[in-house]
């Protein structure tokens, strides 16, 4: 009785870590996915996208929530969304590099050892690429790209 007592308080303790885990990672998640979700929704309902295809959040100086994704006219756009005052700015793709061409660029110059992210957003009142990166010495870093010209708008390293 004793050996079934002990296998059960066992399995309870690796349920209730289980459990635990799952209700922590849920509520972490949960703003992310509440602006995702609003993000979405209002570019559906201002800029007519159909299909979503991405989804970044920019944090600068202002926050950005930017939907990419496909109109009802099959045409590829970015809805940059104000996360204050919900300003929202609809840009054609192809008005511009793509992710993987400002990740390209960074990895040329840069020659980071990590990147950790790339979100498009506004800075200055213009569309730009943030790609943030760990470079050769494990330093944190942030490369700025206009969005139109893919040309370097900021460079901070060592942080």
Not at 105 to 111: P, S
Not at 122 to 149: C, I, M, R
Request: charged share 20%.
């Amino acid at each position: 009785m004793r050996k079934h007592w002990k296998s059960y308080s066992l399995i309870g303790v690796i349920l209730l870590i289980i459990v635990s885990a799952l209700l922590i990672y849920h509520a972490a998640n949960k703003p992310a996915v509440t602006a995702r979700r609003e993000a979405v929704s209002l570019a559906e309902k201002y800029a007519h996208v159909t299909t979503v295809d991405d989804f970044y959040w920019f944090n600068r100086k202002h926050s950005y929530l930017t939907v990419a994704g496909q109109t009802k006219q099959h045409k590829a756009v970015f809805v940059i969304i104000a996360q204050k005052g919900g300003k929202i700015t609809v840009l054609d793709q192809s008005a511009g590099i793509s992710r993987n061409t400002a990740l390209k660029r960074v990895w040329r110059t840069q020659a980071p050892k990590k990147v950790y992210n790339a979100a498009l957003g506004l800075y200055h009142n213009k569309p730009v690429w943030e790609v943030s990166f760990a470079d050769e010495n494990g330093k944190l870093g942030y490369q700025t790209l206009a969005f139109k010209t893919g040309k370097s708008v900021k460079l901070i390293k060592n942080i």
